[in-house]
């Protein structure tokens, strides 16, 4: 407890404010007995600056953020939050994605994504995929791996619905580095771990016949697994992923100039707190676009993108936060690369006999 307490008070008194500092209130909730001692200290005006602190992060713990990666170039994402996607658009495309996100501020999420699907349907009746995804944030350490499969149904004249799965696995871990005030370690404090469980995706998804319209419904982390650890004093720690549910839809207005107008739209929630992103980009002559996004809450961002050959994409994106970051995070960075190969169509098998010239 003294060890515990004496962290609180290296966070909000020295200017090295890391996020160690919020990862500890959340897990050491602020109790009695650090406000008896706060009290007792002899700066009665520190005294009120912390206990304010200290209440104001209290409240905090009963708040839940988000565990799903932000990507501002969904559009390219959308069979690791959809699995009914997968392999409808046609061919064979590997996309990969890069995030920096808030530059400059200590512990802020890394990102990086790999989805690679195809279109199997000229062989077996479904299409199958592989996404992976990884996450950095503070000491926390995120990898998930699924396995894509999607059953398209073709509607006459009017489209292909998609259904999806994805089975696989959630791997999370922890390696915090504590700076303890004093030189003996605090038990309380979690030590290293790392665990490994279920991971279950499903989705809808409907694309016109046009490749004009677009929307998708989908959770991902339905088993909601949990992945246990063990702190330094043996006691258990529990990590629990949350069920996630998806909106997404796009609507593309062809022939404006030299080019297209693609607008998308994507909402996200987790029962708790509801994020949207809404975009708009204008793809000239299918070899560039540029465009922008809005984030609720969150972030203004720019995208450009450039095809160098042909079913190669090359994107970037970079937000500007609107949130309480603005003042210290110098934006978030995006990079992303698309390649996609489609098979020659099937050859025409003609009959050379004499009889049936």
Request: with cysteine; net charge neutral.
């Amino acid at each position: 407890m003294e060890n515990t307490t004496k962290a609180y008070l290296t966070c909000f008194f020295t200017s090295n404010f890391s996020f160690f500092c919020t990862l500890l209130i959340k897990k050491f909730p602020i109790n009695i007995n650090i406000a008896i001692l706060v009290l007792s200290m002899k700066d009665f005006m520190k005294a009120k600056i912390l206990l304010f602190s200290l209440f104001s992060f209290a409240c905090t713990t009963l708040l839940f953020g988000q565990q799903d990666k932000l990507i501002t170039h969904f559009m390219y994402d959308k069979m690791s939050l959809n699995p009914g996607k997968t392999g409808i658009d046609g061919g064979i495309c590997a996309t990969t994605m890069y995030r920096n996100q808030w530059d400059r501020v200590n512990g802020a999420p890394n990102s990086a994504v790999l989805n690679v699907e195809a279109d199997l349907t000229r062989f077996i009746p479904v299409n199958a995929g592989i996404s992976f995804y990884h996450d950095h944030i503070g000491f926390n350490t995120q990898n998930n791996v699924l396995l894509n499969v999607s059953y398209p149904l073709e509607i006459p004249y009017v489209g292909t619905l998609g259904f999806g799965l994805g089975i696989g696995i959630v791997n999370f871990g922890m390696n915090p580095e504590w700076v303890p005030p004093t030189t003996m370690n605090d038990a309380s404090l979690p030590s290293e771990f790392s665990g490994t469980n279920l991971d279950l995706n499903f989705g809808i998804y409907f694309k016109d016949e046009d490749n004009r319209f677009y929307a998708g419904l989908s959770s991902t982390h339905l088993s909601e697994s949990a992945i246990l650890g063990v702190s330094l004093e043996s006691s258990q720690i529990s990590y629990n992923t949350a069920r996630h549910y998806y909106a997404m839809g796009g609507y593309t207005f062809k022939d404006i100039g030299d080019g297209d107008i693609e607008a998308n739209a994507l909402i996200r929630t987790d029962l708790i707190k509801v994020s949207a992103d809404i975009n708009a980009r204008y793809i000239w002559k299918n070899i560039a676009y540029g465009g922008l996004t809005y984030r609720n809450s969150d972030a203004l961002a720019v995208m450009l993108g450039y095809k160098p050959i042909r079913n190669l994409t090359i994107g970037y994106s970079y937000d500007v936060s609107i949130n309480k970051l603005a003042s210290v995070s110098r934006g978030s960075h995006e990079i992303m690369l698309r390649y996609c190969y489609y098979l020659p169509p099937a050859p025409i098998m003609k009959s050379k006999h004499p009889r049936w010239l």
